[in-house]
C-alpha cells in the first residue's frame, strides 16, 4: 500500500493568517494518463470529511479560492491563504492512483 | 442532491459478523458512472478504505480486509451493504458509505456515518 505521510500534525493559525499542510506519498502518484491523484478532504468537527481538492490542484465544487493545492510525484502542499474559524477541522490528504486509495494521519487545525 | 445513509445495529459482538446498509437518495445506485464505496474511521483515528461496488455486482476490497469482506448491492432498493466477518474491538469504528465517479477514486457525497462498537 502507498503509505501518506502529513505534517504537521497539528497547527494553531491565528484568523486571517496563512496555514500550509504538506503530504508525502511512499510512492509517486502520477498515472500512465498524465493525471497525479491526489486529493484533499476537510473533516470538520461531527461531520463526515468533505472533498476540497481533487487531482492536486482542482477546487472541487463550491470551495472557496484560499485554498490551493499544489505538488507533483510525491510531494503535496495544500495552502489556506487566510484561514477563518469555518476552516477548522482535520484535512486529509489521500491518494487514488493505486487500490487500495489511502489517506495520510490528518492535520489538525485550530484557531488561536 | 443526492444522499447517502448509513444504517444498522450499533453494538455487535465479538466474533460476530457486522452488517450495515447505504440508502441511496436522490439518485440511481443504477447509473454507470459511479461505484459505492464503504470506509471507516476508528474513534480518534485516521480514514480506512473498506471497498467499493458497481450496480452490476462487481467488487474490490481492501486486501487488509478482504477475507473478512463482503460488500452487495439491492438495485432495487436502491441500496448497498457491508458485511464484515469475526469481528473483534478493532474494528469499533464510525462506518461511512460513499460514492466515487468510475474512472477516479474521489469520494463524494459521503453519509453522514454510523457508529458501530464490538463488545460483549
Known amino acids: 500500500d502507498i503509505v501518506m505521510t502529513q505534517t504537521p500534525l497539528s497547527l494553531s493559525v491565528t484568523p486571517g493568517q496563512p496555514a500550509s499542510i504538506s503530504c508525502k506519498s511512499s510512492?509517486?502518484?502520477?498515472?500512465?494518463?498524465?493525471?497525479?491523484?491526489l486529493y484533499w478532504y476537510l473533516q470538520k468537527p461531527g461531520q463526515s470529511p468533505q472533498l476540497l481538492v481533487y487531482?492536486?490542484?482542482s477546487r472541487f465544487s463550491g470551495v472557496p479560492d484560499r485554498f490551493s493545492g499544489s505538488g507533483s510525484g510525491t510531494d503535496f502542499t495544500l495552502k489556506i491563504s487566510r484561514v477563518g474559524a469555518e476552516d477548522v477541522g482535520v484535512y486529509y490528504c489521500?491518494?487514488?492512483?493505486?487500490?487500495?486509495?489511502?489517506f495520510g494521519q490528518g492535520s489538525k487545525l485550530e484557531i488561536k | 442532491q443526492l444522499q447517502l445513509q448509513e444504517s444498522g445495529p450499533g453494538l455487535v459482538k465479538p466474533s460476530e459478523t457486522l452488517s450495515l446498509t447505504c440508502t441511496v437518495s436522490?439518485?440511481?445506485?443504477?447509473?454507470?458512472?459511479?461505484?459505492w464505496d464503504w470506509i471507516r474511521q476508528p474513534p480518534g483515528k485516521g480514514l480506512e478504505w473498506i471497498g467499493s461496488?458497481?450496480?452490476?455486482?462487481?467488487?474490490f476490497y481492501n486486501p487488509s480486509l478482504k477475507s473478512r469482506v463482503t460488500i452487495s448491492v439491492d438495485t432495487s432498493k436502491n441500496q448497498f451493504s457491508l458485511k464484515l466477518s469475526s469481528v473483534t474491538a478493532t474494528d469499533t469504528a464510525v462506518y461511512y458509505c460513499?460514492?466515487?465517479?468510475?474512472?477516479?477514486?474521489?469520494?463524494?457525497?459521503w453519509g453522514q456515518g454510523t457508529l458501530v462498537t464490538v463488545s460483549s
Open positions: 487531482e492536486v490542484s
Open positions: 510512492q509517486s502518484l502520477l498515472h500512465s494518463d498524465g493525471k497525479t491523484y
Open positions: 489521500m491518494q487514488g492512483v493505486h487500490l487500495p486509495p489511502t
Open positions: 436522490g439518485g440511481s445506485i443504477s447509473s454507470s458512472n459511479y461505484y
Open positions: 461496488i458497481y450496480y452490476s455486482g462487481i467488487t
Open positions: 460513499a460514492r466515487h465517479p468510475s474512472a477516479v477514486l474521489r469520494f463524494d457525497p
